[in-house]
């Protein structure tokens, strides 16, 4: 019971974590902006994630028997302790700033979820390991969620000014296509534990909504265009690249847990 509700309180912060990147995706100080209602949430929010956070983490302190996840739920905090000295300073904030705030509030948010992963009773169980088989898929894997961090942080310059969007494009095509060839590999082998398979394939769907969301996203960015329509793709956008970056950091999580590394 205890871990269960660990899992489900590390659940909400996650939850209004997301809801932090949204309204901060739709924030601005211009009154008849598109979303400037959902906007102006932004900085409540902040506080109520940054009282929960630390909630998590003394928690977490008190009652988890592995170390290293009482040090996440640490790590997680000490993110949003930075977060908050970041986002509170004169407006508007600087471009360089605006990039680390965004930055690490999608790192923030894939720590909470990882945290709600490791508390829960699927992440309490003794670890399946599926042999040596296949043991490139490992390394396979956790490549591929580094290349989902390096595009999260290309798409984020890119939304603050930083440089064109030919990048961000081109890191969209690769990590499309690791995902998807990670994936077919992966169904070769259906002996691997279903908590790995159901992490790919929920991060396939996801990359794959968000090729379209971004495609909407650009295309919808021309002057004849309902303004509402470009900022409410953006913003989809850029909750759905958090939710893949989620994703990949629980994907790496079961490739750590499940695929045992081949030992020469």
């Not at 471009?95 to 909470?112: E, K, M, N």
Request: proline letters at 5%; hydrophobic letters at 55%.
């Amino acid at each position: 019971m205890r871990t269960a509700w660990l899992s489900r309180y590390a659940a909400l912060v996650a939850a209004c974590t997301l809801w932090l990147i949204i309204s901060g995706a739709s924030f601005s100080p211009n009154e008849y902006r598109p979303l400037y209602s959902l906007g102006q949430t932004h900085e409540l929010a902040g506080v109520a994630v940054g009282i929960l956070m630390a909630g998590l983490a003394v928690w977490l302190w008190l009652v988890e028997d592995r170390p290293w996840v009482s040090r996440l739920g640490w790590v997680a905090l000490s993110l949003v302790i930075t977060e908050a000295l970041l986002g509170y300073q004169k407006l508007p904030l600087a471009p360089p700033v605006r990039f680390v705030h965004s930055l690490l509030a999608q790192l923030f948010f894939s720590t909470t979820v990882a945290i709600t992963v490791l508390t829960s009773p699927i992440g309490k169980q003794d670890k399946e390991l599926a042999g040596n088989k296949a043991s490139y898929i490992r390394p396979l894997g956790i490549a591929t969620s580094g290349l989902v961090l390096v595009q999260v942080g290309l798409g984020t310059a890119f939304r603050h000014g930083a440089f064109e969007i030919a990048p961000h494009l081109i890191g969209a095509i690769v990590v499309l296509i690791a995902v998807v060839i990670l994936a077919m590999i992966l169904m070769q082998h259906s002996e691997y534990p279903r908590p790995l398979h159901s992490s790919v394939n929920a991060l396939m769907t996801l990359v794959g909504i968000q090729v379209f969301l971004g495609f909407a996203a650009w295309t919808l960015g021309l002057p004849e265009i309902d303004p509402s329509a470009v900022i409410i793709a953006t913003v989809a956008h850029t909750a759905t690249g958090a939710l893949i970056l989620a994703t990949s950091s629980v994907t790496v999580i079961q490739f750590l847990r499940y695929i045992h590394p081949k030992v020469y």
